[in-house]
């Protein structure tokens, strides 16, 4: 049955995160970098199309917002989310060029640009992140298997071992959740 096997795939695929050291390392090492731009007075902006935007504004929300319990927001925005600003410049520059403009604007020194694409080649995500290093950001790339042109340009990579789109967002989701729960409870101990 479909529905069965789905799940087992989604399970199968977050075993094999599990036991992935490298992996869990570069999360914690992704936490660890996280927290420490908060606490330098920094922000996160997220950026990803498609269902990987649906994902980026998630998690600005779970940082931005609250995610376990009430505390103080912290400074964390996906950039679609004017849609006046990404149709203008998409329009009078090109889609390619909507997330740099925004880093461009928007990111300082010590800020984190993470980028989710499955794929790892969405090339509005690939120039913003070369926008990112140049504006001296840290950048974190959720992606899947290869990584693709985006492996070269992320400080930390951070890429399910699938080629699976939809196994990867969901793996995604599930990274980003730990990694909010961990960046809240380490910034305010309970």
Do not use: W
């Not at 790892?120 to 959720?142: Q, Y």
């Amino acid at each position: 049955m479909r529905i069965k096997e789905a799940i087992n795939d989604s399970i199968e695929l977050k075993q094999q995160l599990l036991q992935d050291d490298r992996l869990i390392k570069v999360v914690e090492d992704v936490i660890n970098e996280c927290v420490n731009a908060f606490r330098n007075g920094n922000k996160i902006l997220f950026c990803g199309n498609g269902g990987s935007a649906a994902d980026a504004q998630h998690l600005a929300a779970e940082l931005s917002g609250r995610f376990y319990y009430d505390r103080d927001p912290l400074p964390a925005e996906a950039l679609h989310v004017n849609t006046s600003f990404l149709t203008a410049v998409a329009n009078d520059y090109s889609y390619d060029e909507v997330f740099s403009r925004m880093v461009k604007g928007m990111g300082r020194k010590g800020d984190i640009l993470i980028g989710l694409s499955t794929s790892g080649n969405s090339a509005n995500i690939v120039k913003a992140f070369e926008t990112a290093l140049k504006k001296e950001m840290k950048t974190i790339g959720l992606t899947g298997e290869t990584g693709g042109k985006m492996a070269a340009l992320c400080c930390y990579l951070i890429n399910v071992p699938s080629t699976d789109t939809p196994r990867i967002q969901e793996a995604h989701i599930m990274i980003g959740h730990v990694i909010c729960e961990l960046i809240e409870s380490t910034l305010f101990p309970g």
